[in-house]
């Protein structure tokens, strides 16, 4: 029974990644009611603070989740409250030993509501958010004018955001303006190797097709290269960046250690770099994805970082290409 469950588990999200508007919204919102029906959310009263309130306590996800799903899942929790009138609180995980170097949503990003969660659980009127399905997989311009508008709620911490600005403004500012693309690769724990299949991502195309493919989508635009000068590339595999750079040897890239030989069977938030720290190593994947927010094109596949560029840039960009690789 297990493995039939997981083996229909896998296939909706193979079908998930597929389904655009209108049927999409229709069928994440019966599934994501379903969840809720089957993990019981409802109401709870936890003392007698704020009876004309009511409290929606997102817990934060396990470490199997990356920093863009963590953002990207509070966004969504975000949207419910917004249309049932609840006040989104976020309760972090118990600290231990695995997670106490990465940190928690407050070390990055800020509060989504001025009430205290010790305060909360003192309140009348209190719901535990519920495991929610997976998030939408597809460029949906719709839902990333509502996720970038939610977002601007929680900006990241004010020292945290400081870093970014400064760090692409320099960035920027050596790239041609008006022509800078965003280019995302990712790569290592998306590949299948052995009995490592991750299932419902975007497949890993090798770098020769993926630079092949950029190069189409560039001349699509009418942007000539000028050996990469105009690109930010963005990738976590140090093997693929240098291969990328032979192609395209002016391209831009944040200065940082990356994975090298990656170990396959493991997700990659679990993973750790031999000299960076877990905090360090998030921070400069937010700076990343900032720049690429601030770029005036993006090409790469859908995935938790991808998707979070375009909230964080909120269809601004000139022009949006996602590279149909197929799903894992």
Known sequence: MLNLRTW??????????????????????????WLRFRDSEHEV??????ADKTFYVIRELPSSVGLAGWYDRVVGY??????????????????????RDVGDW?????APSPYSLEDVLKSKHVIFAVTQAVVYKRY??????????????????????????ARAREMLSEMPAGRRVGAY????????????????????LDVPDWCD?????????????????EMFIVTEEQEALDAIRERFPNAHFVQKERFSNFQFGACLPQQRLPRTSAFENNRLYLLDLYILSQCDYLVGTINGGFLMALNWNGNAYKGVH???TGTS
């Open 213 to 229: 493919r950029l190069n189409a989508v560039l001349s699509r635009w009418g942007i000539t290269s000028d050996g990469g000068r």
């Open 185 to 204: 690769y990712r790569g290592t724990d998306y590949r299948k190797h052995g009995n490592w299949c991750p299932v419902g991502h975007a497949a890993v």
């Open 8 to 33: 229909l588990f896998n296939k909706g999200l193979q079908f998930l990644a597929h389904v655009d508007e209108p049927l999409y919204t229709p069928i994440m919102s019966m599934a994501n009611a």
């Open 45 to 50: 009263s936890l003392g007698p603070l704020n």
């Open 106 to 110: 407050y070390s990055y990003f800020t």
């Open 140 to 165: 949906n311009r719709r839902e990333i004018e509502k996720r970038h508008r939610i977002g601007r709620l929680i900006p990241p911490r004010s020292e945290i955001l400081a870093f970014l600005e």
């Open 322 to 324: 996602v590279l149909d």
């Open 78 to 99: 975000m949207a419910r409250a917004e249309r049932k009138g609840w006040i989104p609180v976020i309760q972090p995980p118990p600290q231990d030993d695995a997670s």
